[in-house]
């Protein structure tokens, strides 16, 4: 049964809360369905998991090709996000597109651009066995490049040595991009192996807020019904 709760109405869909709210001055919509896992030293890995499922899937083999997909979309921004909060690690999948009620022909957006992001997760090229090890090298070179650059901009530097300082042995310490060591020795396999565990282990919940369609509890459950089971406590 739905309840309310700050202004969003509220269900579960296959054991996922999933709060929703429809607001018509806005002619475009938000939604964002995230895995919850502990902070850990597999921060590094997550870390990396945005820059390699930007590499195209089965069907849109690279970048160009999965930028032309989110133009069919009219324009839909969509992609995965990784960052921390509090003790916890968080895996976002978010798109924002034009509602299809405003577009030709009336399109169902919401559930194209969230079958969209099921798409870039369950097949992305870059979490296959064959994969260009020379591609996910320049990833993690990049990384470790941005890693670093953090000295340069000495108020997030001095954020960031207060907070390893303050925190040193608790999860917290670890910072955002996982820290420069555990990035340079990262390995391949890794980054698969953490957005497994997002996906079957981590806490699942999904927020939508704009031009929604009616159903939006459907296409949500059609969505996490394409994903592994998950299995969080």
Not at 84 to 108: C, F, M, N, T, W
Request: aromatic share 8%; proline share 7%; hydrophobic share 45%.
């Amino acid at each position: 049964m739905a309840t309310r709760f700050a202004g969003f109405d509220c269900s579960e869909v296959h054991g996922c809360p999933v709060l929703h709210r429809r607001d018509d001055r806005f002619k475009t919509f938000r939604v964002v369905i995230a895995a919850q896992r502990p902070l850990d030293e597999r921060m590094a890995a997550r870390a990396m998991l945005p820059a390699l499922l930007q590499h195209g899937t089965v069907r849109y083999p690279d970048r160009p090709a999965l930028a032309r997909a989110r133009e069919w979309l009219y324009g839909a921004w969509t992609g995965p996000s990784v960052g921390k909060h509090a003790e916890s690690a968080i895996l976002r999948l978010q798109a924002e597109a034009v509602a299809g009620a405003y577009l030709p022909g009336r399109p169902d957006q919401f559930g194209s651009a969230l079958a969209l992001l099921q798409e870039t997760v369950l097949e992305a090229r870059a979490l296959a066995p064959e994969f260009p090890e020379t591609l996910f090298a320049r990833e993690r070179a990049q990384a470790l490049a941005h890693a670093r650059a953090v000295y340069d901009d000495k108020g997030r530097y001095a954020w960031q040595q207060a907070i390893a300082q303050a925190c040193a042995g608790e999860p917290y310490a670890i910072p955002e991009h996982g820290g420069e060591a555990a990035l340079a020795a990262l390995q391949p396999g890794q980054p698969a192996e953490t957005l497994a565990d997002f996906l079957r282990h981590g806490r699942m919940f999904c927020i939508a807020a704009g031009a929604l369609p009616v159903d939006v509890e459907g296409a949500v459950a059609r969505c996490l019904e394409r994903l592994p089971p998950n299995h969080a406590q």
